[in-house]
């Protein structure tokens, strides 16, 4: 069964300080994963795409990796800001077709000053 | 820089009664979706649309679902009769290709959405 797993579900980190978010995913055959921004109440917004010959990207302080052997991807962000505080959603795309996007549950994340 | 828009932001309603919510694509873009999330819950896929008809759709969609383009720029998710579990943020998405294992990324770009609320 496709499916997408995130950790931690929440987060709560203080401003300056750096943080990894896990995403786990068993969708076959995999095209690419992108991790999503959604600020409360927005919609989710895309931060970077991997494909599965990319192994790191970065997008700022942003910073996703991938390992396609072990279905397992992270965002790392680093120097955390408070406009950092959303859920980061981790969703993966297989290769039948436009529509099959499984969405992971998300992280909360919480930047205190 | 292009956006989707929807409208309303928020919309009450009664149980049992039609809601329309609507969405302006990106206007160069060929494939548009709804999504619902449910307070705390995951995003899920409801239904796409393409070439002026239903491409796929979930198990959520059900005969209470319709979707409908019905000029060159609006997208429209009708529930024709709501329930208590309606209740949820639905939000719309386009994107200029098809994702396919060639390469081609598909990016969905997402509306703020629209929140319903239930009574």
């Known amino acids: 069964k496709n499916q997408v797993e995130q950790s931690p579900q929440s987060l709560i980190i203080l401003e300056g300080k750096n943080c990894t978010l896990q995403c786990n995913y068993t969708v076959s055959p995999f095209s690419n994963l992108r991790w999503y921004k959604q600020d409360t109440g927005r919609g989710p917004v895309s931060l970077t795409i991997m494909t599965f010959s990319e192994n790191t990207k970065s997008n700022g302080r942003y910073t996703a990796t991938l390992d396609a052997d072990t279905k397992q991807s992270s965002l790392h962000i680093t120097a955390s800001q408070l406009s950092d505080s959303a859920s980061y959603i981790c969703v993966v795309r297989d290769q039948t077709g436009a529509n099959n996007l499984f969405f992971g549950t998300g992280t909360r994340l919480t930047v205190i000053p | 820089e292009p956006e989707v828009t929807q409208t309303p932001s928020h919309q009450v309603t009664q149980m049992g009664q039609e809601v329309i919510l609507r969405c302006v694509p990106i206007?160069?873009?060929?494939?548009f979706y709804w999504y619902r999330q449910i307070l705390g819950q995951k995003v899920e896929f409801l239904v796409s649309?393409?070439?002026?008809?239903?491409?796929?759709k979930s198990e959520i969609f059900d005969d209470q679902f319709s979707v409908e383009r019905p000029d060159g720029s609006n997208f429209t998710l009708k529930i024709r009769s709501t329930k208590l579990e309606d209740s949820a943020m639905y939000f719309c998405a386009s994107s200029s290709r098809k994702g396919t294992s060639g390469g081609n990324t598909g990016e969905l770009f997402f509306g703020e959405g629209s929140r319903l609320t239930v009574l």
């Open positions: 206007s160069n873009h060929l494939y």
């Open positions: 649309f393409y070439n002026n008809e239903i491409s796929e």
